[in-house]
């Protein structure tokens, strides 16, 4: 799903009246444009793809469904075969049946969501669920060679017993026999699932079709935890076993359809019906879509076919999809390994359906609109936001959803986290360091920017390695935590150690994890080994002897992943003091010279006028050397030459999340000097003697992404000869100044 | 008499197409009027703008902002951080507005009577209390001819788009130039100060008068042109010593595109 950002939403919010009013559309005439061809395998040639593990292949569906364009029914038969990769033997099955969340107010997804889901609301009335109306064995433990679901069995199966659970989002099947470990069950199920009126992922909207989640689904059997099938949560998204999928699809003969894995035959046994044949291969999930109205345009990116399924209003847009698309490929690809499958496909929602857009399946997502800044002047706006970042979000989660394939429920921070991240990372690829997003009147909003204030607002009220049911609607931290909180803890570490040893160790995790199912532990063990290596520590200042500033890896992760603090740091003074003198009694080194002795009415003197002002003679042990103050110590520090000042600099920690942090400390002689801090203790005095500060900047390289709040990182010198205007407020109050001027004049005559 | 009436005299017996640059003399030669007015409206926004200003110091304590990349997350931190900036920003604004039109009401007739040529400064603004009456009333049917107007004015640009600005703009200032023409009837001609038809009357007579229309249409949209381009470019050069000064000049020129376009209703009783 899309990361739940304000600030885009605003955006896209603002953009989008203000060009409607300007009344930009398109063209009536409907534009073609020349096809790809269909793929002929769903997976592209093992040596561009890699090797796929076999042990992930567990269940493979064979499916033949038809669309009730007008009651929004989809009727299917379903045959499943499951083997058991693990140790354990299991008696029940359990399924998913996603629909059913939207089958009445009570089922735990409705009771969270109280009607609406990212600003769509239910429609009254349109209610969605799945019926199972059989449930049978087929087989057990077959030969492989044996296994061909699209062949109708010679022999009725037998009829196994099933009940919904409490919530009705998931079922379980009674087995008669155990199936032990090794061994495979084939099921064959018949089922009915309607579709809501769409307003979360799925549904439809006048003749438009999304289809996911549509058919019951197996649960995941874990060695360690047993059956993993969650109920399905306002918050939980979803986790399947790989495997392969024959798909029929029996729709009104003018749809347009695109579906998971490629088409692989295509009949029309009547006038008005069609039926296609799809194949999707070494996939968790598979999803279609069904709609008169798209527009279909091709593209190309080293051999993988890019097909966009758009509605007219938004057909000139389909290139700069394409684009975000393949931008998004080239960094991934790069970073992450290849794409395993041959194609993509891109589905634009139309209008109505917007609770549909921006939700991903394997190989097929769906996207957003874009608010068409570029009709705006580029003084004013401009913007690579709306559209362009949910392509790249969607896209992106075929990597940590689609091939990583983490449990989104118990770890939904595995997913859309680190989708997040990698989507800066597609943004930074592309357009350079830390790029903008949008321009507003020339000013820059970054990446970076992005992330910070979204934390601002939600980022400290969870901790973000929680499963799905754990956050509280209510609080509204799900998004921000999840999305950019994610994405913050592990770009901050990124930037701390350098970049490459954390580009290093999220190449051998998504390397390790495709088709695995990973957790937590493994990223985490993985980055503290390329990171901190053998003893999970990196010396960001020094070479291990004292003054060393460590970054504990795993430290820091417990703190960024199982804390909910965000971290957050203040200068607490910046100035300069007299620098500390040598004056009063020191006793003598050994090779000093004793000097020589004064004369006796020298002597007599100093005791006679020490008597009459009543204070000590300078006259000590002969062991000891008398050193005189010099007269600038009674002056100001202002007036003090800078050799006879010590400069100092403190910050303060002000949440419990420690992480080291540099501090760059400008001088008077116009020279800067970077400082880093370990940022254990609860504040830190940086102390320069000789040299007089005059600015202090607490992570001036905004390296911190975990640290959204910047106002207080940076300040002038106490007693500052000369201290600049304050920039921000200043540029403030002339804007509030101008704009007083503009209603002024502009209103009053 | 003195020589901003006399000048657009002598040339009205002759090219009566120059009028509105006879009605531009007559903004030009009161520049003291002018410069005053000026001085009051800076004095206005500065003060207005205090508050805002002073909350975003104090929000800012004594720290500084220290990156121009990154100053718009800042500035939107400030305000998410402490709302009591935005709130006395937006207060500052809606005082703007209230005393705006305040003084569009109150200045009315001397603006009519300076422009008109009298330099009698006791004349001058002793007609702002008395024609206050007339004034309210005239600015009331302007508001609800202004209003309607106004939703004339979405329609060119909802079909037409970019295209259809320049018609939304004829018609969104021909409510301004009305009321302009039914204010100098009533302070300079003694029309019947609160009855309608000084205003339906001003209606007829403006929309007879193309040139009227087109000139006023052209000078307003320049003085919206002029302070909100001013306002964006304050906005886009981010802070400089240099920028509220931009602004501020731009308020004399809008200033006197706003006199500009009254002296017109002046200059039309000339002509």
Known sequence: MPPTNALSTALAALIGPVLGLVGLGCDDEVPSFRAVDEPEQALRPESARGVIPEDAHIVDYWIDARLDEITHEIHGTLRMSWRNATARTVDRLPFHLYMNAFRAEDSEWMAAARGSHRGQKFAPGRWGFTSVERVELLGRTPPRDALALEQTPPEPGVALSYAEDDDPTTMTVTLPEPVGPGESVVLELEFTTRLPQVFARTGYYGDFHMAGQWFPKIGVLEEAAGWQAHTFGLFSEFYADFGDYEVFLDVPADYVVGASGVRVDEQQPSDDRKRLHYRAQMVHDFAWVADPNFIEHWGEYEGIRIRQLIQPEFVDDAVVHLEAQAHALASMEARFGPYPWSTITIVHVPKGAAGAGGMEYPTLYTTSNIAKADKLPAWLLRERLTGVFTTVHEFGHQYFQGLLASNEHAQPWLDEGLNTSANQLVYWDAYGEDPWVAQVFGHALTTKDLIALSLIQTGDRDPLDQPADRFDPLVGSYGTVTYQKTAAVMLTLRELCGREPWDRAMTRYTQEARFRHPDGQLLERTLVEEIGGEDGRLALVGDGGPGTVWLDVQDYLDLGLRGAAIADFRLIRVGNQPLIGGAGWHPRGPDEPLPPEPPQAVLETQRALASLFGHAPPIGPPEWTLAERSDSRDNKVTRLGDAEVEGFVIVQRRSSFRVPVEVLVEFDDGERSTVVWDGQADHHRFEFPGRRVTRAIVDPRMQLLIEPRKLDNAAWAEHHKDPPTEPLSTWLGDIDEAANLAVLGGLGI | MDASSEAPESAGRGRRHT?????????????????????????????????????????????????????????????????????????????????????????????????????????????????????????????????????????????????????????????????????????????????????????????????????????????????????????????????????????????????????????????
Not at chain 2, 162 to 186: E, I, K, M, N
Not at chain 2, 263 to 269: G, I, N, Q, S, Y
């Open chain 2, 19 to 271: 009028w509105p640059l006879r009605a531009l003399a007559r903004v030009v030669m009161a520049p003291g009027f002018v410069l005053a007015l000026w001085a009051a409206q800076l004095l206005l926004a500065k003060l207005l703008a205090g508050p805002g200003r002073a909350a975003a110091e104090a929000a800012m304590r004594n720290f500084t902002w220290f990156d121009d990349g990154h100053r718009l997350r800042a500035v939107t931190e400030l305000l998410i951080e402490e709302p009591a900036v935005a709130a006395a920003i937006a207060t500052s604004l809606s005082a703007s507005a209230v005393l705006a039109a305040v003084f569009s009401v109150v200045a009315a007739p001397p603006i009519l009577t300076r422009l008109d040529g009298e330099r009698s400064l006791a004349w001058i603004f002793g007609s702002a209390g008395r024609e206050l009456p007339a004034m309210v009333v005239q600015s009331g049917y302007g508001l609800v001819f202004r209003a309607l107007c106004t939703s004339l004015a979405a329609v060119p640009v909802a079909l037409l788009g970019a295209g259809g600005l320049p018609l939304a703009l004829l018609l969104a200032s021909f409510p301004l130039l009305v009321l302009d023409r039914a204010r100098a009837a009533v302070v300079l001609d003694d029309a019947r100060p609160l009855h309608p038809m000084t205003f339906l009357r001003a209606i007829g007579h403006v929309a007879k008068r193309p040139l009227w229309w087109l000139s006023g249409a052209l000078i307003e949209s320049l003085k919206l042109a002029v302070v909100v381009g001013a306002l964006a470019l304050v906005i886009q050069a981010g802070p400089s010593p240099g920028g509220i000064w931009v602004a501020r000049a731009a308020g004399l020129a809008g200033l006197i595109f706003g006199l500009w376009r009254v002296a017109l209703a002046v200059e039309d009783r000339r002509a």
